[in-house]
């Protein structure tokens, strides 16, 4: 009997060590631009959108963010813009730094709150 505990307990500190190894694998943390820039793996960036952006000829995103320290950094995604990207207030951008540009596989598009207070000109408030 106490041999079914002392596997039963090693199997289930197994499992914990195995989940906790596949969890930490597949975080992807919040990074300045600056250790963006070090390329240590895949990271999420946050800053604000500078200009329009465009398309390159292998259709291509590309764009800039400022983060609040007034650090540029240029963005190459591979798709399609989002839909709300020009009224988007921020981006986060999940990829890696490679060659120069951050390469991002997905574009997070944060907008302007529907529940922020509006001016006069809206007539209305919270």
């Known amino acids: ?14 499992a914990l060590v195995f989940g906790v190894s596949a969890l930490g694998k ?8 600056a250790e963006a820039r070090s390329g240590r793996g ?9 200009g329009k952006g465009s398309y390159d000829a292998e259709n291509n995103f590309h ?3 400022v983060d609040d320290r007034g650090d540029r950094m240029e963005i ?6 989002p839909a709300n990207f ?5 981006v986060v951008a999940v990829g890696q730094y490679q060659n120069g540009v951050f390469q991002a596989k997905q574009l ?14 809206g007539g209305q408030s919270k």
């Open 1 to 14: 009997m106490r041999l079914s505990y002392i596997l039963g307990g090693l199997v289930i500190i197994a």
């Open 26 to 33: 597949s975080l992807t943390p919040y990074v300045t631009f």
């Open 42 to 50: 895949p990271v999420q960036v946050h800053g604000y959108i500078d």
């Open 63 to 65: 764009f800039t963010l």
């Open 76 to 81: 190459v995604y591979k798709g399609l813009k």
């Open 86 to 90: 020009d009224q988007a207030t921020g």
């Open 108 to 121: 997070l598009v944060k907008c302007p709150s529907k529940y922020q207070e509006q001016g006069p000109a």
